[in-house]
C-alpha cells in the first residue's frame, strides 16, 4: 500500500451488532461540529445525527462526520427517509450506519438493503473519485470492502412493523433492529406516554422476539435507570437521550440551583 493509500474504515459498531457487544450512544439534533466533537470525548460508542426530527441537513452531516472522525466512537445518521437518493449522498459523504425510521415491512427493509450496496447485491451508484466515503479514492479497494462495512439498523415503531418484526428480521442485510418507543407508543394509543406499561410490555416483547431471531435488538431509552433493565430484556444497543434534552435539562438545573441561591 503506497504512502498516499488509507486501510478499509472499519465500521465497529456493525462488528459489535453482529457479536452482540452493548452499546451505548446518544441522539444529536443541534446540528453543530463543535457540539458534536465535544460528545465524540465523552465516551460512547456510538453518537447519531438525527436528520428525521433534528435540522441536520447534507453539508452539516458532513460537518459533524468530520469532527468525530478522530475519536473513538462511530457515526449513525437518521435520514428523514428512505429515498435512496438521501442514502446514496449520506453513503458517499461517509456514513457507514444508517438508521432507518418507520421500517413497516420487510419489502421496505430490502429496499433499504439494496439502496445501501453496489450491485449485485443492491444498486447504489458508484462515484467513489467524488465521495469522502471512499476518502476519493484514498482507501484501498473501497468498493470491495464496502458492504462488509455498512451497517443497516431499521426502527420498528408501528403496529404493522410490530406485525411484520420476524420477516423484517429474516432480510439478509438487516444489522439491527432498534425499537421507537415514542411512534410506538402513539401507534398503541398512548401518544405522549410511552413509559405506559402497555407500551413497556410490548417494547420488552419485542426485544425479546428480535433476540429469537438471533438480531441485534436496540431501543431509545431517555432514563439511564432503565438501562438493566432493558439489557436484562435483550436490548444490545442503547441511545441514551438526545444533546437538545441534555443541554436544556441541564440548564435548566443550573438556572433554578442559582435562583435557590439568591
Ligand atoms: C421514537 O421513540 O419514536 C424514536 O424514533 C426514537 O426515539
Ligand atoms: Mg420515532
Known amino acids: 500500500m503506497s504512502s498516499a ?25 443541534l446540528n ?5 466533537e465535544i460528545l465524540a470525548t465523552c465516551g460512547f460508542d456510538f453518537l447519531l445525527i438525527d436528520c428525521e426530527h433534528g435540522i441536520n441537513d447534507m453539508p452539516t452531516v458532513q460537518a459533524q ?6 475519536y473513538p466512537t462511530q457515526a449513525l445518521v437518521r435520514p428523514v427517509d428512505h429515498n435512496p437518493a438521501t442514502l446514496k449522498q449520506l453513503l458517499g459523504m461517509g456514513v457507514q450506519t444508517i438508521l432507518a425510521p418507520m421500517v413497516d415491512t420487510a419489502a421496505q427493509a430490502e429496499q433499504l438493503v439494496q439502496a445501501l450496496h453496489y450491485p449485485p447485491r443492491g444498486t447504489r451508484g458508484v ?3 467524488l465521495e469522502r466515503g471512499a476518502r476519493w479514492n484514498a482507501v484501498t479497494d473501497y468498493v470491495k470492502h464496502a458492504e462488509s462495512n455498512t451497517c443497516l439498523v431499521v ?6 412493523g410490530l406485525d411484520n418484526l420476524e420477516a423484517i428480521c429474516a432480510v439478509d442485510g438487516v444489522d439491527g433492529v432498534f425499537i ?4 410506538l407508543a402513539a401507534a398503541l394509543g398512548h401518544l405522549g406516554n410511552a413509559q405506559h406499561p402497555d407500551v413497556q410490555n410490548t417494547i420488552t416483547l419485542a426485544l425479546s422476539r428480535i433476540n429469537q431471531q438471533g438480531t441485534a435488538a436496540g431501543l431509545f431509552c431517555g432514563n439511564p435507570g432503565q438501562v438493566a433493565a ?9 441511545a441514551l437521550g438526545a444533546d437538545t434534552a441534555l443541554l436544556r435539562n441541564a440548564a435548566v438545573q443550573l ?3 442559582a435562583r435557590q441561591n439568591l
Open 5 to 29: 493509500q488509507l486501510a478499509p474504515l472499519v465500521n465497529t459498531f456493525k462488528h459489535a451488532l453482529h457479536s452482540h457487544r452493548p452499546q451505548v450512544g446518544m441522539f444529536m439534533g
Open 32 to 36: 453543530n461540529p463543535v457540539s458534536a
Open 65 to 70: 462526520l468530520q469532527a468525530m472522525a478522530p
Open 127 to 129: 462515484g467513489t473519485g
Open 155 to 160: 426502527q420498528i415503531e408501528s403496529i404493522q
Open 180 to 183: 421507537g418507543p415514542s411512534d
Open 230 to 238: 432493558y439489557r436484562a430484556a435483550g436490548a444490545c444497543f442503547m
Open 255 to 257: 438556572a433554578a440551583t
